[in-house]
Every structure is written in structure tokens, then in C-alpha cells.
């Protein structure tokens, strides 16, 4: 395997930028800012639920496309445009990492996001040797 991978979930971007979603370093992987983009159509929806859904499952597709899982995650990081959302947030969360005694850390932070998205997420993984 090659020293970095880089990569997008299903060869598709999340960015209109230069840079990939999401990039292997031997067992660590780190994500850019993942948004509620549908990976299926390419379309940011207007739903704020929608988004955070779209989110999470970006989350997931990302860290497994370069060999990861939801349990390697040891960080996310949660940008809300605005801070009522977290009840939304909590819904996935939950739903993602059931288990308390086996969660990541989050950290959100609310404020103005820009490009109408709603949330944005990053994360960080350790992949077991």
C-alpha cells in the first residue's frame, strides 16, 4: 500500500475544490469537511434533517472507502449552522455509535456556514495494524 491514499466515497467528490474527501496516511485516516451532499444525485437539500442524514452517511462511506470502519473513528468534528440542530445531530449520533462505552469524541461548534449547508463534519481514525 502506498504511503497516502487519497480518495472520494463512490469516486464522487463532496468538494468543488482540488482536495480529497477523504485521505488514508498508513492506519490513520482523516477526513476533509464532510456536508449533507447526497452522494447519490450530488444535490445539497434545503431539509435541515435531510443534510444532517446525508452527513452521517457521508461519514461512513468515506472512512470505508479507504478501509476503515465506524469504529476505527476516534474524533469528529461538528459544525451545526445553527445550534438547535443538535438535538437532529444526537438523533444520528445515537443511531451510528449506539454503544456509550464505545463512541468517539465530538466536539460541536455552531455558527454561519456558508454555500446553504447545514452541517459539515470531520473526523479522524486510527485503523488497527
Same mark, same amino acid.
Given at each position: ?5 487519497? #480518495?472520494?466515497?463512490?469516486? @464522487? ?7 480529497? =474527501?477523504?485521505?488514508?496516511? %498508513?492506519? *490513520? ?25 446525508? #452527513?452521517?452517511?457521508?461519514? @461512513? ?7 476503515? =470502519?465506524?469504529?476505527?473513528? %476516534?474524533? *469528529? ?53
Amino acid at each position: 500500500m502506498t504511503h497516502r491514499i487519497a #480518495a472520494h466515497p463512490g469516486g @464522487k467528490s463532496l468538494h468543488k475544490q482540488p482536495i480529497p =474527501t477523504v485521505t488514508r496516511v %498508513g492506519n *490513520m485516516i482523516f477526513s476533509s469537511a464532510l456536508s449533507g451532499t447526497d452522494l447519490a444525485t450530488g444535490e445539497l437539500p434545503k431539509d435541515a434533517e435531510k443534510q444532517i442524514e446525508h #452527513a452521517f452517511a457521508n461519514v @461512513k462511506a468515506s472512512v470505508e472507502e479507504v478501509g476503515g =470502519t465506524l469504529g476505527d473513528i %476516534g474524533k *469528529m468534528t461538528v459544525w451545526l449552522a445553527e445550534r438547535d440542530m443538535r438535538e437532529i445531530v444526537n438523533k444520528y449520533w445515537l443511531a451510528m455509535f449506539p454503544d456509550e462505552h464505545n463512541r468517539p469524541v465530538r466536539h460541536t461548534i455552531a455558527g454561519p456556514l456558508q454555500g446553504g449547508f447545514i452541517i459539515q463534519i470531520e473526523f479522524v481514525a486510527v485503523v488497527a495494524k
